[in-house]
C-alpha cells in the first residue's frame, strides 16, 4: 500500500502563502486522480481541491484564484499553492489518492490518506 506524506503547513499571517507537498512512498499512476482535502476544528472534512492532468483540476469555490494544484509524476509528488490566506483557511490539510481516469468530490473515493499538516492563518 503506497503511503502519502504531507508537508509544508505551518502559521502564517493573513495573506501570506505556504506551499503544500504531498509524497508517495511508492508509484502513483498519472492517470489517478489526486486531491487536497482540509478540516477545521468542528467542522466536516472538504475538498480543497483536486487534479487529474494540467488540465483537469477542480477547486473548491472558496479556493478558486488563490490556489493552485499540480502535480509531478516524476516525482510522486503533488504541490498545492496557496495565496491570499485567510483565517478561515485554518485547518488541518490532507493529500489523498483518488479514482483513476476521473475525479469525483466524493471522500469515500480516495483511498490512502495522508496523516496531514497544520496550516494556521492568523488575522
Known amino acids: 500500500q503506497v503511503q502519502l506524506v504531507e508537508s509544508g503547513g505551518g502559521s ?9 507537498s504531498c509524497v508517495a ?5 498519472s492517470r489517478r486522480c489526486m486531491g487536497w482535502f482540509r478540516q477545521a476544528p468542528g467542522k466536516e472534512r472538504e475538498l480543497v481541491a483536486s487534479i487529474l492532468t494540467t488540465d483537469t483540476t477542480f477547486y473548491g469555490d472558496s479556493m478558486k484564484g488563490r490556489f493552485t494544484i499540480s502535480r509531478d509524476n516524476a ?16 485547518a488541518i490539510y490532507y493529500c489523498a489518492a483518488g479514482s483513476y481516469f476521473r475525479c469525483t468530490p466524493r471522500l469515500g473515493d480516495f483511498t490512502p490518506w495522508g496523516q496531514g499538516t497544520q496550516v494556521t492563518v492568523s488575522s
Open 25 to 29: 512512498s511508492g508509484y502513483i499512476s
Open 12 to 20: 502564517v499571517e493573513a495573506g501570506g502563502s505556504l506551499r503544500l
Open 75 to 90: 516525482k510522486n509528488t503533488v504541490y498545492l499553492q496557496m495565496n491570499g490566506l485567510k483565517p478561515e483557511d485554518t
